[in-house]
């Protein structure tokens, strides 16, 4: 049986020739397969899709990493969306006949090689990391890098990997693992930051919206106008639609029309069809109805289209 | 490479008995998988979906036919769904690695040998139909089985396989190639079939509707509710979320709620994807960035994720 593991690393950087540096550590490992990537000047933040197995992915999460410790210095970067570091954030995600589990052990080896090999402190989040009061990545990234020298000296803040020591040009990172989760940015047609992190509050689980929403507004310089970058940590419990839905009706309040949309990273089939379930008032849309996945299941099963 | 047909055979029945010795026929056949299948009384109509190599889904789609042509008896045929025999219509389409020129070819034999083996009259339509005047299924199927008797023996109407002879037991099978289509069934809350007539006509093609479209009205006695059966022949140029849109105003000029909607045989997925795209506002959704897809087309093509 096939085992895949997607790893979703995010870095600190939109310098085109760090992002291909970056990329080409992914490319160059054998098994693992670069999926996808995309990386924006407002944010100046690279989001890397890996697939492979279990051995592959940990393997291009590092070599990916080592290769961003070494040319992303901190101390020179600025950008809208919050980090701690040059490796950000890297969650492994099981996608097929891999559990949890298995990737919580994946984080952990590379949270701790990563320390070891490049003295980078290193923070577990999410299931990986056992301290409930230690789980919420908001709270590990609290002050961002800029409070990290003051922060990471706290004893309740000690790095679970590597050195309780300020790294100027490295920061920190975080790992962990989770499940499939999908990111979603609309674009607004208004300028207004003020009224663009209304709308986002009123999405955002912590500020009393979805309870698996994390939702964030940015200014986009280039276009004059500002995004809401969401991300659905369960979209099975709480679909894309019924948030955009609201995301509209926050926007029609403030008459903020909305521009276009894009998925951060890849869209899972799941969230797609809840959506297209949705509009079209289908009831019983399941994935075994796609005719894609069914001949690919069709075809995993019994092999035997020669 | 993997090369991938499917046929979407449609019978006369909906007896739950006959449906299922139909179906066995399609999983005793070597090589053939039956992806779906649906009847309704309604439209006492059986449509099945089989995929499979070009041989096997041949084997199968005729091994079914010769089970229907046993099994099922004209003369006692009712259903709102036009006919012309018991086995009515057996599409075969090209999904991967082969073209509709191979599919015309698996028409033309299934056709001949259909003919010969069960003395059933065969017409071919669409692209598998060289003379223009005789493409057209609704042409071939005008009068349908009632009138077959009269229209068989008339010189325009000799069928391309089989004796131009009246089977009252069987009537006419139609076959040929197509491209992947969608069909889909929306439910409306009336029980006004003359008015479900009039939203149907606002979408169909020869009645001035979208030129890729087909669509007809349907009363559902045990839900006393109509039905708009449809089918849209190229969803790409036509995308069902534009029909679906129309449909929605003629409703609303006629106040009918809109009550649910199902697809008839398996979804395509870039159907579903122009839905969520159109409706989430995405302008450059395309299946490698549906992560499933992305994950499978990367594992044919490296195949290396053991």
């Known amino acids: 049986m096939t085992e895949i593991v997607e790893c979703v690393p995010n870095f600190s950087t939109s310098d085109p020739k760090v992002v291909e540096s970056i990329l080409n550590e992914v490319r160059k490992t054998r098994n693992a397969f670069l999926l996808d990537h995309t990386f ?84 577990l989040y999410g299931e990986a990391q056992p301290k409930l009061e230690r789980k919420d990545l908001d709270w590990i990234r609290e002050g961002e890098y800029e409070k990290l020298a003051e922060n990471i000296t706290k004893p309740e803040r000690k790095p679970d990997f590597g050195p309780a020591k300020f790294n100027p040009k490295s920061g920190a990172t975080i790992t962990g693992a989770r499940k499939l989760m999908a990111g ?60 955009f839905e609201l995301l509209k009706v926050e926007c029609a309040r403030y008459n903020v029309p909305i521009i276009g949309s894009e998925f951060c990273g890849m869209a899972p089939l799941k969230a797609l069809m809840d959506v297209a379930a949705y509009y079209l008032k289908v009831d019983n849309l399941t994935e075994d109805r796609v005719l894609e996945i069914a001949i690919h299941n069709v075809m995993e099963k019994g092999g035997a289209f020669e």
């Open 40 to 123: 924006d000047s407002y944010y100046n933040r690279l989001v890397v899709s890996i697939v492979g197995n279990k051995k592959s992915v940990l393997d291009a999460a590092l070599n990916a990493s080592f290769k961003a410790v070494k040319l992303i210095d901190m101390r020179r970067h600025k950008g809208q969306h919050p980090r701690l570091g040059a490796v950000d954030v890297v969650p492994f995600i099981p996608i097929k006949n891999t559990t949890l589990e298995d990737c919580i052990e994946l984080a952990r080896k590379f949270g701790k090689t990563l320390a070891e090999k490049c003295g980078v402190p290193v923070y």
């Open 184 to 243: 979603f940015n609309v674009n607004l047609g208004t300028s207004d930051l003020a009224v663009a992190k209304k709308i986002a509050k009123a999405l955002h689980a912590k500020k009393g919206g979805f309870s698996n929403v994390k939702a964030m507004a940015a200014f986009i310089p280039e276009k004059n106008i500002t995004q809401i970058g969401m991300s659905i940590n369960d979209f099975e419990k709480t679909p894309l639609y019924r948030v």
